[in-house]
C-alpha cells in the first residue's frame, strides 16, 4: 500500500468526542485483541502523527495566548479561559497537558487530552483526536477535516449528513405523518393507531397493550447503540423520526411493500421486517408480528439499528456482514428474552465444523442467511475484545475509509486474519473462504 493510502487511513478523526483513551491499548489477551503495539507503532512514521489533518508543534506553541473555550469529553464547556500553553508530548506534534486560566483568575489549571474534547481558541475549534500509531492525541483543524471527510465521501457518491434545526425536524415529522394518515386509509379495515415517541413514529394495528414493551425496546436500543458509537444521549440522529409500519397480519405488510414501497411481494415471502434507507436520510421499518412476540421483537431492533446505522454520521455503507453483526448484537443485549442471535451463532459454528467453508459471499454485498451467526459472533468478540476500538474503526468507515484499512489499524486484522482468529475461537481452526 502507498503511504499516501496509509496516512489517509490513519487519519481518522476518534470520532464524536469520548476519548477513553486509556482503554485503548488495553487489547483483550484473547484471540480478538489485535495487533501488538510495536506493529501499530511501526504502521506510523515514528514520531509524526498520521491523523488527518493534525496541525504542527508550531501551530500548537502559536495557540498560547489567546482566548479559549474548552470542551470536556463529558460535553460541558469552560468559556472565558486563556489558553497559556500546550506542553507537547515525546512526538512533538503530539499534546501532554493543557494549560489554562479561567476569567481574571490568577490559578493555572491544566488538562490532560484524554479529559478533553475540543479547544475553540480565537473562534477556530480543534478537535482533541487519539493517534493510534503514537499512542498519543494531536490536535485536529476540525473545519479542514471535515473538508477532507467530504471529499473523500463525495468521491464514493457519500455525504455527512446535514443537522436539522427543531423546525426542520417538526416540518419532517409532519410529512412523515401525512405518509402515515395514507397508509391508514390504504387499510380501512384495520384499526391503525399511532404512537408516538421522542424519536419514533409507531403505527400499528396491534392491541395498545402489546406495543408498549417494543416502544421501551426501540428506546433502550437507541441509548445503546449511542453508547457504542459516542452519540450523546438525547441527540435525535433521525431525519425526523424514525417511522414504523407494525401489521399483525403477513397479508398486510406484503401489500404495504407491494404499494407504498414499490417492491415485489415475493422477495419478502420469509421475511419478517425489512428497513427502508432513503438517501434522502428517511427511514422506514415495516413488519408483521405473526404468531411470535418475541421474535418480533427481535426483528423491530435489529431492522431499526440498520437505520440508526444508515443515520449515523454519514450515507457511507457499513459492510453487509458488520451491518447484520452490529444488529445481531444490539438484538442479543436488548431483547433478552430471545435467543435468536445465540441460537444462529450456534448453528453456523455446527456447520462450519463440518464444512470448513465461509464462501467468498461473506464480504461481499449481501451475506447469506446463515452468515448471520458467523457475522454476529465476529462482532461481540471485537466489541468485547475493546469498544474504544470499534467505535474508532466505525467511525472512520462513516468517515469514509475503507473498512479493511480501518479494521488493520484498529484491530490488527485483515478480513483473512479476521476469519482465522474467528475460526480458532470456535474450534475450526482451518476455515477456508472458498
Ligand atoms: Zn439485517
Known amino acids: 500500500m502507498s503511504r499516501a493510502a496509509r496516512r489517509g487511513a490513519v487519519s481518522v478523526n476518534w470520532g464524536l468526542g469520548c476519548c477513553a483513551w486509556i482503554s485503548i491499548f488495553l487489547l483483550g489477551a484473547g484471540v480478538f485483541g489485535g495487533a501488538t503495539q510495536q506493529e ?10 498520521t491523523v488527518e489533518a493534525a496541525i504542527s508543534s508550531a501551530d500548537l506553541d502559536a495557540l498560547g495566548g489567546q482566548e479559549c473555550e474548552i470542551v470536556l469529553a463529558t460535553g460541558k464547556r469552560i468559556s472565558e ?18 494549560v489554562y486560566r479561567k476569567g481574571d483568575s490568577k490559578t493555572t489549571r491544566k488538562y490532560r487530552p484524554n479529559a478533553l474534547k475540543r479547544l475553540v481558541v480565537a473562534g477556530k475549534a480543534y478537535d482533541v483526536t ?15 477535516k471535515r473538508r477532507l471527510v467530504e471529499t473523500r465521501l463525495k468521491a464514493s457518491g457519500k455525504k455527512l449528513w446535514k443537522p436539522l434545526s427543531s423546525e426542520e425536524t417538526v416540518e419532517i415529522v409532519k410529512e412523515q405523518k401525512a405518509f402515515l394518515q395514507t397508509v391508514a386509509k390504504a387499510f380501512p379495515s384495520l384499526r391503525m393507531r399511532l404512537y408516538e415517541t421522542r424519536f419514533f413514529l409507531f403505527f400499528s394495528d396491534m392491541p395498545a397493550d402489546q406495543v408498549g414493551l417494543y416502544r421501551t425496546e ?22 425526523g ?26 422477495e419478502f415471502r420469509s421475511t419478517q421486517g425489512v428497513c427502508h434507507q432513503s438517501s434522502t436520510g428517511n427511514v422506514v421499518v415495516a413488519c408483521y408480528r405473526g404468531q411470535d412476540p418475541t421474535y418480533l421483537a427481535q426483528v423491530l431492533v435489529h431492522e431499526t439499528t440498520h437505520g440508526y446505522l444508515h443515520r449515523f454520521m454519514s450515507s457511507a455503507r457499513v459492510p453487509s456482514w458488520l451491518n447484520e453483526g452490529i444488529a445481531e448484537w444490539v438484538s442479543a443485549m436488548v431483547v433478552t428474552r430471545s ?30 442467511g446463515w452468515h448471520y451467526g458467523v457475522a454476529s459472533r465476529i462482532t461481540d468478540s471485537l466489541i468485547k ?5 470499534f467505535r474508532w474503526w466505525v467511525v472512520s468507515i462513516k468517515e469514509g475509509v475503507d473498512w479493511t484499512e480501518g479494521l488493520r489499524l484498529a484491530y490488527g486484522y485483515s478480513p483473512a486474519g479476521l476469519i ?11 476455515i477456508r473462504m472458498q
Open 385 to 389: 475484545a475493546n469498544p474504544d476500538a
Open 420 to 430: 482465522q482468529a474467528y475460526g480458532r475461537s470456535v474450534g475450526v481452526p482451518q
Open 241 to 266: 423520526k424514525a417511522v414504523f409500519v407494525v401489521f399483525v397480519e403477513q397479508a398486510a405488510f406484503l401489500r404495504f411493500e407491494q404499494q407504498f414501497m414499490q417492491r415485489d411481494p415475493a
Open 40 to 49: 501499530r507503532r511501526a504502521a506510523g512514521e515514528r514520531g509524526k502523527t
Open 81 to 98: 479561559t486563556t489558553l497559556l500553553r500546550i506542553v507537547r508530548g515525546k512526538d512533538k506534534q503530539t499534546v501532554r497537558t493543557v
Open 339 to 368: 435467543r435468536v442471535p445465540q441460537i444462529r451463532q450456534r448453528k453456523a459454528i455446527d456447520r462450519l465444523k463440518q464444512t470448513s467453508l465461509i464462501g467468498p459471499g461473506f464480504f461481499g454485498s449481501r451475506i447469506e
Open 130 to 144: 487519539a493517534d493510534l500509531a503514537l499512542r498519543a492525541f494531536v490536535l485536529v483543524d476540525a473545519a479542514e
Open 218 to 239: 426501540l428506546d433502550s436500543m437507541n441509548v445503546e447503540l449511542g453508547k457504542a458509537f459516542g452519540v450523546p444521549a438525547g441527540e435525535n440522529i433521525w431525519r
